[in-house]
């Protein structure tokens, strides 16, 4: 009896979190419905498949952190899908400035949204939906409401090629992913992200300017944003208006899933990139199972209602 409640005990400090076992009993489900789409090759596209996701929901669990929200990041990786691909042109010599070009983009989004809602005390609701109508407003005068252009190769190995068998999609993530992690666990920005999220004042009586700190979180948010249109665009290799659509609120849901809080002050980035995971597995067993739309939004609704509900259990626990 001793020995199991010691177990018990070991196993509850090492606070994995509980969408990682949403995520294993997911994968084992796969695994019995279609053998083939567990293999190796299959998994690791997965992580090719979560790589947009994974971008723009780290983007949203830093805003979330502070107590923000961010629901123009679809609308932003529209712009940047369109403004990559008729700009490149499919032309190897544009992808490197073109790109820059388009992270910048982002940043800006960032900053304004940052400036309206940290600045002029504006709710991030209705300041990012604004700025949502306003990019998809820009984005149809600027394609003419048909987007040209494509992406060149070397671009585009950025979203297709290997490095041996692992997905170059996946090693830009897990790089980028690895910075943040290590950022926000060991400088002091990480804290500081955290405490503004939960008391603002208490971050200003200690020196620093939770204003700074909220405006630098919406510009992270509008790059990580503008780094998902990207790796869109590397894959695809053309422009489209119907892309970005379902990562608005899927952005939210995976950020909450992964351990964020609408009140702020809560969120884990790995928590985040196992919960793109999540979602890509749950959209492919759907898949394999032939269920119609209808079926699949109601079905996704349901786990991430249910997962939702586990996660919060868990941290009230």
Known sequence: MEKSIKWKDRFARLNVPIIFWGLLLLVVILGFVSPNSVKPAHLLDFTRQAAPMILVAIGQTIV?????????????????????????????????????????????????????????????????????????????????????????????FLGTGF?????????????????VILVMRFLPIGRYIMATG?????????????VRIQLTCYVLCGLF??????????????????????YQTRSIAVALLGGAAFTGGKGSIFGTILASL???????????????????????GVIILVGLLLSGMKKDD
């Open 64 to 156: 979330m952190m502070i107590g923000g929200l961010d629901l123009s990041v679809a609308a932003v990786m529209v712009l940047i899908d369109v403004v990559a691909a008729q700009m490149m042109m499919n032309d190897p010599s544009r992808a490197v400035p073109v790109a820059l070009l388009c992270l910048c983009i982002g940043m800006v989004v960032g900053l304004v949204n940052g400036f309206l809602c940290a600045v002029m005390h504006m709710p991030s609701f209705v300041v990012t939906l604004g700025m949502s109508t306003l990019l998809l407003g820009v984005t149809l005068l600027y394609s003419g409401g048909s987007p040209k252009g494509s992406i060149p190769d070397n671009f585009r």
């Open 163 to 179: 490095a041996g068998k692992i997905p170059m999609a996946a090693i830009v993530w897990l790089v980028i992913a690895a910075v």
């Open 198 to 210: 939960v008391n603002p004042m208490a971050v200003y009586q200690s020196g620093v300017d939770p």
């Open 225 to 246: 944003a503008a780094l998902a249109g990207l790796q869109i665009s590397a894959y695809i290799g053309t422009a489209s208006l119907q892309l970005g659509e379902d």
């Open 278 to 300: 999540f979602m890509v597995v749950m959209s492919s067993l759907i898949a394999v199972l032939n269920m119609d739309a209808g079926d699949q939004n109601i079905i996704q």
